[in-house]
C-alpha cells in the first residue's frame, strides 16, 4: 500500500515541477518585476510602489478598466439570459433535439480568432452593403469605426460565441429537476411562469452561480476579441486591460509598469469572483 502512495506521489512531481516552471515562477517573477522599472530588456532599478501608484494616474489604464467592466458586465448578462433561454427550449419536448443541441454548440467548437474575422466582415462588409440595397441607413455605417459603438460589436460577437457553453451548463442542470415536481405544480394550476420562477430557477441556482462567475471572469479577460475584430481601436475605445498589457509590457517597452498593472487586474478579477460566489451562494440558501 505505501509502495502504491509512493508510486502516485512520484507520477505527481513532473506535473508539479512544469507547474512552477511555466506558472507560478513566471508569476513570482512577474510580481518582483512590478517593483522595478524594467523595460523588459538591459539594466532595472528598484522603484517600489511607484509603479502601482502611477497605474491610478494612467488616463489611458482607467479607461481600458472602465471599457473591460462595461463589456464583461453587459456580456455575462446577456450571455446568460441567452442561455438560459435556449437551455429551456432545447430542454422540451420538440423534435430533432439532439442536433439542435449539437448545432448551438458549434459555436464554443471555433477558434475566437476565426470567429473575429468573420464577425469583422460581417460588421465592415456585409451589414453596410445590405443596408444599403435595402435602404436602412442606420447599419448602413461600420460600427467597429465607431468610438461610441464598436464596443456594442465586440459584445455581439463575444455573445454569440459564449453563449454555447452556458448553455450545455444549464442543460446539465435542468436534467436535475424532477419531473414530478413539474407535474404537481400543473396539477395545482401553477402557469409557467410561476413554475419557472419558483421551481425551476430555484433548483439551477447553482448552475446559474457557475455561469455567473464563469462568464464573468472570462470576459474580464478578453483578448482575442479584441485583436481578431478591432485591435484595441478605433483610438483607444476597445481596449481592454489585457491588450494594454501586452502592448504596454511586450512591445511598449513597459514591462515593469504593466507588471503592476496585471498584478492589479489579477487581485481585481480574484476580488469580484470570490463577491460573486458569496452572494449568489447566499441567494442559493434563501431560495
Known amino acids: 500500500m505505501k509502495s502504491r502512495q509512493r508510486a502516485f506521489l512520484l507520477m505527481t512531481i ?33 522603484i517600489g510602489l511607484s509603479n502601482y501608484v502611477n497605474v491610478f494616474k494612467d488616463m489611458r489604464a482607467l479607461n ?12 455575462t448578462v446577456l450571455v446568460n439570459i441567452f442561455s ?4 429551456l427550449g432545447l430542454n422540451a419536448n420538440i423534435k430533432f433535439q439532439k442536433t439542435l443541441r449539437a448545432v448551438y454548440f458549434l459555436p464554443n467548437i471555433l477558434s475566437i480568432l476565426i470567429v473575429g474575422f468573420i464577425f469583422q466582415f460581417i460588421f465592415t462588409i456585409f451589414l453596410p452593403q445590405f443596408s ?22 465586440v459584445v455581439i460577437m463575444a455573445v454569440w460565441q459564449a453563449t454555447a457553453f ?14 414530478d415536481v413539474y407535474e404537481a405544480a400543473a396539477i395545482d394550476g401553477a402557469s409557467p411562469w ?6 425551476t430557477f430555484p433548483l ?22 479584441i485583436i481578431a475584430l478591432t485591435g484595441g481601436g478605433p483610438g483607444y475605445a476597445t481596449e481592454s486591460i489585457s491588450v494594454l498589457i501586452y ?41
Open 64 to 75: 481600458a478598466y472602465g471599457f473591460t467592466f462595461q463589456f464583461a458586465i453587459v456580456s
Open 14 to 46: 513532473p506535473a508539479v515541477i512544469l507547474f512552477f516552471i511555466f506558472h507560478t515562477f513566471p508569476l513570482l517573477q512577474g510580481i518582483f518585476y512590478s517593483f522595478t522599472n524594467w523595460r523588459g530588456y538591459g539594466d532595472w532599478d528598484f
Open 247 to 287: 502592448r504596454g509590457g511586450f512591445e511598449g517597452g513597459q514591462f515593469g509598469y504593466q507588471s503592476a498593472n496585471a498584478v492589479i487586474y489579477f487581485i481585481v478579477i480574484v476580488a469580484l469572483s470570490i463577491i460573486q460566489l458569496r452572494f449568489l451562494q447566499k441567494r442559493e440558501v434563501q431560495q
Open 194 to 199: 410561476k413554475r419557472f420562477w419558483k421551481i
Open 132 to 153: 444599403d440595397a435595402l435602404g436602412i441607413q442606420a447599419l448602413a455605417t461600420n460600427i467597429l469605426g465607431s468610438p461610441d459603438y464598436a464596443w456594442v460589436g
Open 84 to 87: 438560459l433561454l435556449i437551455a
Open 204 to 225: 439551477i441556482a447553482p448552475f446559474f452561480t457557475i455561469n455567473m462567475v464563469l462568464a464573468l471572469k472570462t470576459f474580464l479577460m478578453v483578448f482575442d476579441h
Open 166 to 179: 452556458n448553455t450545455i451548463l444549464y442543460l446539465a442542470g435542468l436534467q436535475t429537476v424532477p419531473e
